[in-house]
């Protein structure tokens, strides 16, 4: 049987979960809802689009789930300030783990996670509420990721690893293990992370230097690997 799922949103995050839930879950989309300022159509992926202020009693809570599909704005802020917001509504919020991953039987998994296709998440992981992870990573044993956290895609968080609120971590980061996240961190792509992060701190590795095909280092290069 079906259940029934408001998605709060309606850009391109909340059109990818709507495909994600009514392939890979037993929810089927009801509707979307956004906040009133933003709600300038009456429909939009074709669902109904619910001024926020109408959706409760549109929509009640005690028929009706919800998932806030919003991505990392604010430093996941936005999305934290919408989760609390529908919680306090009184929605159960749904979470989705795509069928397409490796993960255990002890895998704790708080509300509102949206969680995509190609994990390994090992033994003993712990992951809280409205954590959104991309797709292709690797969650190490007895790692921890805390509320309203962003992971990009393939990055590599190592064995008992700390990730805390609201941290982003991008794509193919590498957490060496034993590593603590404080929160409001941002690693950025590429970048290594081999010792604790204070809340706050950032983490950058050096961008790859691009040369013109008509830079002296770029035909020498070509020529020296391609025999050009």
Known sequence: ????????????IAELAKFYFENDSDYRIAAFTVDDAFAVDEHVHGLPLVPYSEVAKRFPPAQFEMHVALSYARLNRLRQEKYEQAKAAGYRLASYVCSKSVTWSDLSIGDNCFILENQT???????GNNVMIWSGNHLGHGTQIEDH????SHAVISGHCRIGERSFIGVNATLRDFCTVGKDC????????????????????TSTEIYDETDRRAKVLKKSYFKL
């Open 186 to 205: 941002f690693v950025g792509m590429g970048a290594d992370v081999a010792r604790d992060m204070l809340d706050g701190s950032v983490a950058l590795t």
């Open 149 to 152: 956290a962003y992971i990009a």
């Open 121 to 127: 998440i090992q033994p003993g992981v712990r992951i």
């Open 1 to 12: 049987m079906t259940k029934p799922l408001i998605i709060f949103g309606s850009a391109e």
